[in-house]
């Protein structure tokens, strides 16, 4: 992305900034995997809409005086034995020539300056959620100042970056739905590949090997989320990761998989049988979830409520459960004491973005709930989890597990389905395994 685009996200930040402050956001840390050998390192989701920095030990300094304001970025020096084993640095000179930001100093200023940095301020915006150390710093700084008797104002109003961060990434540019879609183009390879090869007998994790492949060779470095593949009644764990199961010829395979590509995430569920065929069973209870999602999807738009879409979702499934014999009574009764709950227990989605599940606020500050707006991006997934134990079931559903997941993009006019073109009907899944 183009420099002028995270200049002018920062400018925006500085302008929803009080008065008299600073801001301090923090690059990730790197974090160990084992011993002294770490995870792959994925940039702070704030730090990078805020800077399109990717390299760790960076803080950027956002400073609001009462008349101007001041953008500073403290980044790695370079070093030559340290590139050696991790890889080439920008340094200084490097990102003042990328970067269009007022200074740059190397990260060890950083210490050494945030005291004068903090001082003469009233206040400071800090990522509550950053590690425990560069947060310890900086309160020891605040602390020190506070007993200073000629500094003019030493901070005293602790305020959330994410106050501001969050809902500036509520809002997508035409820039970031691309990025959106290209992740998508990704994900839809690897979930096609997928459908279109024999799985009976595959261990699950060999499916998430064939995703993660898939990613890398469509040019996407990671997953946005661990990939579920849960056969059978693994799709009755949620949030099922193991992947370990041999899979079934009859059993169906819930995957929750999508790529992350320069930073935005997809986040996409089908739910497939190994076989290449649904059984009657299962098909009934895919048709249900699958005229849930498109009721549901088709409903949003510009306005409406999240748990407008949830209450459509628990109708839609409830009703059906009641047809099938799953649930007995009054859909309402039903609802009203939270029955549906047992088999659909989970939210209906979230907002999607540089983070798969992003934080962005879901509620005012008056504890009232967001309603849809152009632009956002929001995940519809409504799924139905029948347990194998569970004896009040009709025996054929035991053990099935559907959950069916698309990203839509919110439009003036309604929406868009960014991942439409994810084969998703019972007929497309199937044709897709016969072309094999
Ligand atoms: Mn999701």
Redesign the pocket.
């Known amino acids: 992305m183009d420099e002028l685009i995270y200049k002018s996200r920062r400018e925006d930040f500085l302008v929803q900034m009080k008065k008299s402050s600073v801001a301090l956001l923090f690059s990730a840390t790197q974090k160990i995997r084992s011993n002294d050998t770490e995870f792959p390192y994925r940039q702070d989701s704030d730090f990078y809409y805020l800077t399109g920095f990717k390299e760790d030990n960076a803080v950027l300094v956002l400073v609001k005086g009462e008349k101007s304001a001041k953008e500073i970025l403290f980044v790695q020096k370079k070093d030559k034995s340290l590139e050696l084993w991790t890889g080439k640095r920008l340094g200084v000179e490097g990102v003042k020539e990328h970067f269009d930001v007022d200074k740059v100093y190397t990260s060890e200023c950083f210490e050494k300056r945030l005291k004068k940095i903090l001082q003469s301020k009233k206040r400071v915006y800090l990522d509550l959620f950053s590690e425990e150390k560069k947060l310890l710093r900086v309160r020891e700084n605040i602390q020190e100042l506070s007993h200073s008797r000629t500094a003019k104002y030493t901070p005293i109003k602790l305020y959330h970056v994410r106050e501001i961060s969050q809902k500036m990434r509520a809002i997508k540019t035409p820039v970031e739905i691309e990025l959106i879609k290209k992740a998508l183009s990704i994900t839809k390879e690897a979930h096609h590949k997928v459908m279109s090869m024999k799985k009976a007998e595959l261990v699950e994790y060999e499916l998430q090997a064939v995703y993660e492949y898939e990613f890398k060779k469509n040019g996407a470095y990671s997953d946005a989320y661990t990939t579920i593949i849960a056969g059978g009644d693994n799709g009755n764990t949620l949030h099922y990761i193991n992947n370990s199961s041999l899979l079934h010829e009859d059993d169906l395979i819930l995957i929750?998989a999508g790529c992350e590509y320069e930073m935005y995430a997809s986040?996409i569920?089908r739910t497939i049988p190994v076989s290449g065929k649904f059984n009657a069973a299962q098909k009934e209870i895919y048709e249900l979830v699958l005229k849930t999602e498109l009721k549901v999807i088709d409903a949003v738009k510009e306005g409406v409520l999240r748990s407008d879409l949830q209450m459509m979702a628990r109708e839609s499934l409830c009703e059906g459960m009641v047809e099938l014999g799953i649930l007995k009574g009054d859909v309402k009764e039903l609802i009203k004491e939270n029955y549906d709950k047992r088999y659909f227990p989970h939210g209906i989605?979230?907002w999607?973005g540089i983070d798969?599940?992003d934080p962005c606020p879901y509620k005012d500050k008056k504890g009232k709930e967001i309603a849809l707006q152009a632009g956002m991006v929001l995940?519809v997934?409504p799924g139905l989890y029948l347990p194998l134990d569970d004896m009040d079931l009709p025996e054929k559903y035991r053990g099935i597990a559907v959950r069916i997941?698309d990203d839509i993009l919110v439009t003036k006019k309604g929406f868009e389905n960014l991942s439409c073109e994810i084969a998703k009907s019972v007929a497309e899944i199937e044709k897709l395994y016969s072309r094999t």
């Open positions: 929750d986040d569920t989605g979230h999607i798969v599940h995940t997934e997941e």
